[in-house]
């Protein structure tokens, strides 16, 4: 026998909690010769952002192993929080804002100085060996200099 419920007031066995977990949040896609890479947010892990690489022959790995977390906090939402180049994945570290670089099998390794910058949209000038970025200042006497003039 079935129960009629007034509209809205039915138990669901599904939760918000369910769907939640059980969803991947996809974005910043980008192609590097035949090398797909993308953003995923995945819940289970606590909100990480972890770059996905997809290669010609099919095989899919993380680029970024855990802790590190690809979202940068430029402009306080976000931006593009990585880039590829050559083979090597720069991307902006969460916990620390750094950036850092990675290439297939080894470790990540920060390329700018433990400080309170944070930098997004990557851009690459192969030519002079030099990157290109947005960068904010969040250390105390750039406040001051701002603040005093």
């Known amino acids: 026998m079935s129960k009629v419920s007034p509209y ?9 909690d369910m769907v939640a977990q059980s969803t991947v949040g996809l974005g ?3 192609i590097e010769d ?3 890479y993308w953003i995923e947010m995945r819940p289970a892990e ?10 010609p022959d ?3 790995v993380d680029v970024n192993p855990p802790p590190f ?11 593009g929080s990585y880039k590829a180049n050559k083979g090597s994945i720069y991307f902006a570290n969460f916990d620390d804002q750094r950036l850092y670089k990675v290439k297939p099998g080894e470790r990540a390794k920060p390329i700018t100085p433990e400080t309170q910058l944070r930098y997004t949209d990557l851009a690459f000038d192969n ?5 290109m970025c ?3 200042d969040h250390r105390e006497e750039s406040r001051k200099r701002l603040t005093q003039s």
């Open 8 to 16: 809205g007031s039915w138990k669901s066995p599904i939760t918000s």
């Open 28 to 30: 910043q896609v980008e």
């Open 34 to 36: 035949k090398t797909v």
């Open 46 to 55: 606590q909100g990480r952002c972890v770059i996905a690489k997809h290669h």
């Open 58 to 60: 099919g095989k899919t």
């Open 69 to 79: 977390n690809a979202r940068t906090t430029v402009h306080e939402y976000g931006g």
């Open 127 to 131: 030519r002079r060996g030099r990157i």
């Open 134 to 136: 947005i960068r904010e």
